[in-house]
């Protein structure tokens, strides 16, 4: 009997591909089991370095080679191309440009209330303070919420 719109030839289609997947995963469980007994018996680095590798290649075998990802981790998928790709890595040296950096403004007067005055939270109000910095005195302005 086939769900809702589905006809039986893609019910069957559908039981053929979730067999296959349980098969492969049975498979990955198998050598994901060997690889621990074999690093349990291996008595130097080298040698597990060499279980490592071997494990890795039969599970890379067993799911397909994919340098980009694949069904990897760390692949992004674009589904309009039908192709993995790895992200790009963020740029970090001096020529970056601050504009590309996510940077969309520097300073401003806050935030509006629509009448044009500066709106703040509630219960805070805008204060002239004097304070010291390197000796000197700088006057500026600060929120404070005085207590009630």
């Not at 069957?12 to 049975?26: C, D, G, L, Q, S």
């Not at 080679?65 to 069904?71: E, L, Q, R, T, V």
């Amino acid at each position: 009997m086939a769900y809702g719109d589905e006809t039986e030839g893609e019910k069957e289609e559908r039981f053929a591909t979730e067999r296959a997947i349980r098969e492969r995963r049975a498979q990955e469980r198998e050598i994901k089991q060997q690889r621990k007994e074999a690093l349990n018996q291996a008595t130097s680095t080298s040698q597990r370095r060499e279980i490592k590798k071997a494990a890795e290649e039969a599970t890379l075998a067993l799911n397909g080679f994919s340098s980009a990802g694949g069904n990897q981790k760390g692949g992004i998928y674009d589904i309009s191309t039908d192709n993995y790709s790895q992200p790009p890595r963020n740029q970090t040296n001096q020529d970056a440009s601050t504009g590309e950096a996510g940077i969309d403004t520097l300073g401003g007067s806050g935030p509006s209330d629509g009448d044009g005055d500066v709106a703040f939270p509630e219960g805070y109000v805008e204060t002239s303070v004097t304070i010291c910095i390197d000796g000197s005195p700088t006057t500026g302005t600060i929120l404070f919420k005085p207590s009630s």
